[in-house]
């Protein structure tokens, strides 16, 4: 029997980012189907099928095998407003957010954070002073 496989998502205006863990997949015993409105994999012991939020482009999407997992680039069919969830239907208990990849909608809008502003984060030794060093030889009265 197949099992769902551990996957997370993240996305941006105009993509879905998508990753499979599995360590050591063969590529040539997987398949995977991406339609506008779909996605299936299938590899020797896991499977997993969801049905897309909204439309992707499968001609413009891509995907690369690597040693730990599978990284998928969906390319939504129109640049707009985030998803709500990535799939319809009910919720799959091994996919996660990837915070690590997720980046806010109104930080995809507004590019990079602008530091200019900001002050150089100098806290002048924050008041500790000089330090006096255990290591220097200091005529403490032992010899």
């Not at 439309?55 to 680039?73: E, H, L």
Request: aromatic letters at 12%; proline letters at 3%.
């Amino acid at each position: 029997m197949s099992k769902l496989p551990d996957c997370k998502w993240a996305q941006r205006n105009d993509k879905i980012l998508f990753t499979i863990n599995i360590p050591n997949l063969d590529p040539n015993k997987t398949t995977i189907n991406v339609t506008e409105t779909s996605f299936t994999f299938k590899s020797e012991d896991h499977e997993l099928s969801l049905d897309f939020f909204g439309t992707v482009d499968p001609k413009q999407s891509s995907w690369k095998v690597g040693a730990r997992d599978v990284a998928f680039v969906f390319m939504r069919k129109e640049v707009g407003d985030y998803w709500d969830t990535l799939h319809k239907g009910k919720k799959i208990h091994t996919l996660k957010v990837d915070w690590d990849k997720w980046k806010d909608e109104d930080e995809a809008r507004d590019g990079d954070l602008d530091m200019s502003g900001f002050d150089k984060f100098d806290f002048g030794g924050a008041g500790a002073g000089g330090f006096d060093s255990d290591d220097e030889d200091e005529d403490d009265g032992r010899k």
